[in-house]
């Protein structure tokens, strides 16, 4: 390289090592362990590098990103990663990345990123379709823990009496206190406590048998605080329990919600996206009632990290909660496009709506709906495995993607045993839970490589390791 640009033949020359780059990952990556063993020399190399004084070339740059950072990297894409919420990416999801990096649009004003500003309104609508929300809005965020913020940031200003600008949580009153349930993700308390509500004004709400939130005790927790002078305003719903996949009864909740003027968040980063599948479509469709919904399309959508999402039902409360003019921001109206800093906490942003647009664009809806319902079914396939297995133990209805199950006859650090040499032995990167207090394994089907082939060798390799431990 000569300075900080390439020239036309370097360019071409990058965009080739990057397709072999793309292609011989794909090839190798089922053949990896899927947790690394680390290389510690290399470890340690990058840690002591010194900033450097001359340049190095693409081909060696490649080199070293194919030696040496993929054999020292934990494999998301690998078919048996199946720890967390996290999705294995789209084929053209990176090509996309690079072209956005390319134009390097600031998603915040329409004066920087006119074609883009109409690419994530396009985005935004589409999702809304899909929860048939009329006339609502929304913004692409970093991820569903930056959605859950924003969404509780509208909620906590949309309350009557209205919090001040100025004087915010400090302007005295009665405390403002929101609702959720026991399994809901830990984000809603950071969130709680980065806005200004404070811990002690989050209400876990106990769950069923199937590990929804209790209508029952939420009716009884909103009519004690308001008892006691406390003022309830929000209540969190959760499409999608991270732990178990458990989805909120969210008709119930929207019906309840609206009868006692609380402002409803959906959650529905984990399982939202689900929706495309006709099988929970009706128990998730109902999420579009709510007041703000939050979606992760690096999840169920299969983007690449980050690409997360919050909807809003009424599109002008929203925009209120995020506007501060200022002259060095102004810009000309322009009917057909936003100003996305007024609509959101961040002002540079960027162009995280084309891998999704292209996504879904070159995929195509029907190649969505058979990708989740792939994953539903290997999520099926496990617990009956788990199930038909006399020394394995299901823990949670498989509702979604997750999979919580354990060894009857290990305690719960022989349990963890079982996780670790799974990933010691590279075999499978399974997640680690707490279910009614009790340790299990948790597998998360997000990855499309995975098949049942590969859920039969976790299985059985979970019985050969337990019996071993016994």
């Not at 299969?302 to 002259?327: H, I, K, N, Y």
Request: with cysteine; proline share 4%.
């Amino acid at each position: 390289m000569n300075g900080l640009l390439l020239d036309s033949d370097e360019l071409r020359a990058a965009g080739r090592h990057l397709g072999e780059f793309l292609a011989a990952y794909q090839e190798g990556i089922a053949s990896r362990p899927v947790f690394p063993v680390l290389d510690r020399a290399v470890i340690r190399r990058l840690l002591d590098e010194p900033l450097p004084a001359e340049g190095r070339s693409i081909e060696e740059l490649f080199a070293e990103l194919g030696a040496d950072i993929i054999a020292n990297s934990t494999q998301i894409a690998h078919p048996r990663f199946l720890a967390y919420v996290l999705a294995s990416s789209t084929g053209v999801a990176p090509f996309a990345e690079a072209a956005a990096a390319a134009l390097n649009q600031n998603c915040n004003l329409w004066t920087l990123s006119p074609a883009a500003n109409a690419i994530e309104q396009k985005v935004i609508s589409w999702f809304s379709e899909l929860f048939a929300i009329q006339g609502g809005g929304g913004i692409i965020t970093s991820g569903g823990s930056m959605a859950n913020l924003s969404a509780l940031v509208a909620a906590r200003d949309s309350r009557e009496p209205v919090v001040s600008r100025s004087e915010g949580l400090q302007g005295g009153g009665a405390p403002i206190v929101l609702y959720t349930s026991e399994e809901a993700h830990n984000s809603i308390d950071k969130a709680a406590a980065l806005v200004g509500l404070g811990l002690n004004n989050v209400v876990r709400i106990p769950t069923d048998d199937r590990f929804r939130i209790r209508l029952d005790l939420l009716r009884e927790a909103v009519a004690a605080d308001r008892s006691a002078g406390r003022v309830s305003f929000c209540v969190v719903a959760t499409a999608g329990t991270i732990t178990t996949g458990a989805i909120d009864p969210l008709e119930e909740l929207v019906a309840y919600c609206g009868e006692e003027r609380l402002w409803l968040h959906v959650d529905g980063a984990y399982g939202a996206f689900a929706v495309f599948s006709s099988r929970v479509r009706d128990q998730l469709v109902a999420a579009g009632q709510a007041d703000s919904l939050t979606l992760d399309p690096h999840k169920l959508l299969f983007m690449p990290l980050e690409a997360g999402c919050v909807l809003f039902r009424d599109p002008e409360s929203w925009q209120d909660v995020f506007s501060f003019p200022s002259t060095y921001l102004s810009m000309p109206e322009e009917p057909d496009l936003l100003h996305y800093a007024e609509y959101g906490p961040q002002l540079s942003r960027g162009f995280k709506a084309l891998k999704i647009w292209w996504s879904l664009r070159a995929c195509g809806i029907n190649a969505y709906t058979t990708a989740i319902d792939g994953v539903l079914d290997l999520a099926a396939y496990m617990g009956e495995l788990v199930e038909a297995q006399p020394t394995l133990e299901l823990l949670a209805p498989v509702t979604l993607t997750a999979v919580c199950f354990r060894v009857r006859n290990l305690d719960d650090a022989h349990n963890a045993e079982v996780l670790r040499v799974l990933l010691r032995d590279g075999l499978a990167f399974l997640g680690r839970a707490r279910v009614g207090g009790r340790v299990c394994l948790r597998a998360c089907f997000t990855n499309l490589r995975t098949t049942r082939a590969d859920v039969d060798a976790i299985v059985e390799e979970v019985s050969r390791t337990a019996a071993g431990l016994e």
